[in-house]
């Protein structure tokens, strides 16, 4: 038995592939595998939440445009990166939604690598193995997504938030005091065919950076954007805007969470969220109502969507004492306004990918 967990990210969204900074936790809603050896080269795997199966020769791995290819494509970078698979019997539970912005793909990829890394013997390196899922879903899925999903679900810690430099891959814990807690309202609104916006997001980032004559948008400030305005169209600069600003934030939030300055932490988290629905473009109305609502809230310090964007769910800080009533009053009226199907939680830090086998 295998399991991964999804996470939610406290700040810094669309930084992971401009070689910034992010602050998520890994969070206890995972991705499952029950699995057993065979003794030939086939994968045979059934998902309990979508009642999907997949049957696939690991000698003739083929995309298909479902959800396998986050399984196959772990499977086909295991053999580019030299590493050996053996076939496996396996049946996939998941309590972490699909697709809701908590980042089910990657929970999914990590746990298929350990099942595919047990079964034949590999030893298990999370980070590089984080890397691998990445590849799969870049190369496989065709969704051009940065480190931080599968960096998370697989060197998650429990009872932290991690900042994670996605350049040098380091994380060091953020701890999120006790008189506080992370609320997770997953919308009910899903994102549909969305990859190729993110996709162009990415690559208008990496215009700009490459205009700038930097490696990453990182390497630039909002001196250095301003410097370069008039090559930019008004579509670039924004977009540059969003990843420079969120960029330092993720820092100073990582810095002013622990000391406890929850107003600040609050304020800033509000301006992320209005730097990626007016720059960055991709937030949704719906998306926007439950942030505001969620604001308004007694308890509250700050809210914002989180994740990829287009739909999914939102993040709020919240007194603790205020957090369980919060969770479920927030999704409730939103539900009655709109007819989304939305939920909350109060999430709680998890660790990464872990096995347990007998
Ligand atoms: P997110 O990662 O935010 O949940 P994605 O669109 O990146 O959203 O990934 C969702 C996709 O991952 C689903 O459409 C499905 O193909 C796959 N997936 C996630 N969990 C499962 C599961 N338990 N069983 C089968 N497929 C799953
Ligand atoms: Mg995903």
Known sequence: MVRSPGRVNLIGDHTDYNDG??????IEQAVWIAAEPRTDKRLELESLLTKAEISADLDDLTKTATWA??????????VSAGLPLSGWNGVVASDLPAGAGL?????????????????????????????????AENTWVGANVGIMDQLISACGQADTALLIDCRSLDGSAVAVPPDVAVVVIDSGTRRGLVDSEYNERRSTCEEVARLGGVTALRDLDMDGLDSIRSELTELQFRRARHVINENAVTVKVAELLPAGDFDEVGRLMDESHASLRDDFEISTPAMDELVSRARSADGVHGARMTGGGFGGSAVALVDREAAERFAIEIPQVFRERTGNDAHGFVAKASAGTSARWQ
Request: avoid cysteine; hydrophobic fraction near 55%.
């Open 21 to 26: 900074f992010v602050l998520p936790m890994a």
């Open 69 to 78: 290819d986050y399984v196959t494509g772990v499977a086909s970078e295991f």
């Open 103 to 135: 980042s089910s793909s990657a929970a999914l990829e990590l746990a298929s690598a350990r099942v595919f890394a047990e079964m034949a013997n590999v030893p298990w390196e999370p980070v590089s193995m984080a890397q691998l899922a990445q590849r």
